[in-house]
């Protein structure tokens, strides 16, 4: 089993949908949590950081980490199609720590 | 945030040959982080390098196959040795504290 399953998709709505998309971890020792956007043929770009468990919250992103369920989501609102990429999401145990990848969920955004 | 840079952007090599991928942050930094990520995959931690110190790989890798070398605080280079189209990624590196960002990334093709 993996340290981190993400569905792999893809996944295609319509311009202006909610996407939500979810990442679920076996080890409750992570404290770190990321996601990354990552255009074609780019390095990823960090979208979200948080620590621990709760929401944040940045323009039209949402991040959300509930520890007692092991999962992870990160929410787009008013999606565009400039939002299609492959969306990562990202852990660690502590700072300084690997990150651990899930396997990334290609997303696209149909005008 | 920190910038991060890297050489070359891209490569075309022949089996059997050697690249050497440079990687340069502009502030001073303890640990510099090489990953990999295969055609349609995650990123893999390769190793973790301390300045004055020798990598520490992940299962999987070896410093035959991935040498680094990590001469200073602020530049690090992973050299892929012998290599085969199994090769063919895309390397990033990153570094702490700064460990969320990465660099634009090297993708390596070989043929």
């Known amino acids: 089993q993996k340290e981190v399953e993400q569905d792999p998709g893809p996944l295609s709505v319509p311009e202006g949908a909610i996407v939500s998309l979810n990442c679920t971890y076996s080890?409750?020792?992570?404290?770190?949590f990321m996601w990354y956007r990552q255009y074609s043929r780019k390095g990823p770009e960090l979208l979200m950081y948080?620590?621990?468990?709760g929401n944040k919250e940045d323009g039209r992103f949402t991040a959300q980490v509930d520890k007692s369920s092991k999962y992870i989501s990160l929410f787009i609102r008013d999606s565009q199609p400039s939002d299609s990429a492959t969306y990562l999401c990202?852990?660690?145990?502590?700072?300084?720590?690997?990150?651990?990848f899930g396997q990334g969920t290609e997303l696209s955004v149909k005008p | 945030s920190a910038v991060i840079s890297q050489k070359p952007s891209r490569d075309i090599c022949q089996r059997g040959t050697s690249l050497t991928i440079q990687c340069q942050v502009d502030?001073?930094?303890?640990?510099m982080f090489w990953y990999r990520q295969q055609p349609g995959q995650s990123l893999t931690l390769i190793a973790t390098?301390?300045?004055?110190?020798?990598?520490?790989?992940e299962s999987g890798f070896v410093i035959d196959k991935f040498p680094i070398s990590r001469p200073n605080l602020t530049f690090s280079t992973l050299t892929v040795s012998n290599m085969s189209p199994e090769d063919s990624s895309i390397y990033l590196c990153?570094?702490?504290?700064?460990?969320?960002?990465f660099g634009p990334g090297t993708r390596l093709t070989v043929t």
């Open positions: 390098a301390n300045q004055g110190s020798e990598a520490t790989y």
């Open positions: 948080t620590y621990s468990s």
């Open positions: 990202a852990m660690r145990y502590n700072q300084g720590g690997k990150l651990i």
């Open positions: 990153s570094a702490f504290p700064y460990e969320q960002y």
């Open positions: 080890n409750s020792a992570f404290q770190y």
């Open positions: 502030s001073q930094v303890t640990m």
